[in-house]
């Protein structure tokens, strides 16, 4: 990897950034106030250190946050996802600060650095003590917690500042205290995912039983907890997006579809999928069109939503809450007969480039939404993703095409899934 480019195109901005090797395994996370200057130092070790485990990094991906605090609970939660083999700096030090969970009826938590007999569940360790009693400052504004060593017998400061849900007083019961302790407990374990699936099946299930006051409750909580990791309030793009395509559910998983065809040749097809805002690789998928001769985008498209939606029902796997599709009234109506050929209700919209009006398979007229609208700024960068996706594919094929290499070459040395 060519070191001092790659770190030039980072940004001097706050975010947690993934080390790749030429097989795409993650073998490092961190964080850092600047990724670019942080990236920087690590890469002057190569020079002193030839047979350092950096030269196995071909490639970094990299996150932005709005803070220090919610990049410290972002780069725990990819720790855990990946399990990089050289995040091992931390493993069972002692000296180094963790969240403490005591073992009571109504546990407390408390910055620890684990000295003499511990009774309870801990998370950690952390470098930076004064860092992490901030992010618990900013977890406690969510999630009201006691911190007393005493249960006092009336409620507190912390009542009144509503930093503590008074246990002590009767405030709740023991279940709904432990409850929330267990949300605590997920975010600072780096369970980010496991958190967000159960806030988004209670809000689904109080939905569903016409609660709508604590489903509201809970959509909130959502918002909050995602804005915890990277600042971004991206569940609110979610739902104003809900709202505006008139969805039965919120469009958490979002799948794009983009199709790359110049002069007709090499023709691809690509999916992008993101997750709760983030791209979510491990689903990206690549298509070599094979079933249609010439410049034929609907044909395409068919094809790709035939092989993409057909294998996910097959094989009983999760389907997208929304299919994206670039284009306009007729791709997006391609797209949709296919899915109810195959017998799914999935919701599809398609977005042209031109005016950026949003298509939909029923409606002959577009939506046009402003142009400082959450839910459009949401579309574009999905839309952007998987045009990016298809045309770095399409271009490798017309390479190899052109050296005369077999095409099945370029798919094995891009080294990603693809539907058969």
Request: net charge positive; hydrophobic share 35%.
């Amino acid at each position: 990897m060519d070191y001092k480019k790659k770190i030039a195109d980072l940004p001097d901005l706050c975010g947690v950034y993934l080390m790749k090797t030429a097989d795409k395994e993650i073998i490092y996370v961190g964080k850092a106030v600047s990724v670019r200057k942080r990236l920087r130092s690590h890469f002057r070790k190569i020079k002193n250190e030839p047979g350092s485990w950096l030269t196995r990094v071909e490639a970094v991906d990299y996150m932005l946050c709005d803070t220090e605090e919610q990049a410290l609970l972002l780069e725990a939660s990819l720790i855990k996802e990946h399990r990089p083999r050289y995040n091992i700096a931390l493993r069972d030090d002692k000296s180094f600060p963790y969240v403490l969970f005591s073992d009571e009826d109504f546990p407390r938590i408390t910055v620890s650095r684990l000295k003499g007999k511990i009774s309870g569940k801990v998370c950690g360790p952390f470098v930076n003590v004064a860092l992490l009693k901030s992010v618990l400052k900013m977890v406690r504004k969510l999630f009201p917690f006691r911190s007393c060593r005493i249960m006092p017998e009336k409620p507190c400061l912390y009542f009144h500042l509503k930093m503590c849900s008074a246990p002590c007083a009767g405030g709740e019961t023991k279940k709904e205290y432990r409850e929330r302790i267990d949300n605590i407990y997920k975010i600072f374990s780096g369970d980010r995912k496991k958190l967000l699936a159960k806030l988004q099946r209670r809000m689904r299930k109080k939905a569903a039983e016409h609660c709508y006051e604590e489903a509201a409750h809970l959509r909130d909580t959502l918002r909050s907890v995602r804005a915890l990791y990277t600042g971004k309030k991206e569940d609110s793009e979610f739902l104003v997006l809900k709202d505006v395509l008139k969805l039965k559910r919120v469009p958490l998983t979002i799948e794009a579809m983009d199709i790359s065809n110049i002069s007709g040749t090499s023709a691809t097809g690509s999916i992008v999928t993101f997750c709760n805002g983030l791209p979510d690789k491990n689903n990206y998928r690549r298509f070599r069109i094979k079933a249609v001769a010439g410049i034929d985008d609907y044909k395409m498209i068919a094809e790709v939503t035939r092989r993409r939606y057909g294998r996910l029902k097959e094989e009983k796997r999760p389907l997208p809450d929304l299919v994206l599709i670039d284009g306009g009234y007729g791709h997006v109506r391609t797209a949709k007969r296919e899915l109810v050929k195959l017998g799914l209700n999935l919701a599809v919209v398609g977005i042209a480039k031109q005016n950026e009006e949003l298509w939909f398979p029923d409606r002959k007229k577009p939506l046009v939404l402003d142009k400082e609208s959450p839910a459009l700024h949401l579309i574009q960068r999905i839309r952007d993703e998987a045009h990016r996706f298809a045309r770095k594919y399409h271009v490798l094929l017309r390479k190899k095409k052109m050296l005369g290499e077999p095409l099945s070459a370029a798919s094995k040395k891009a080294k990603v899934k693809r539907k058969k």
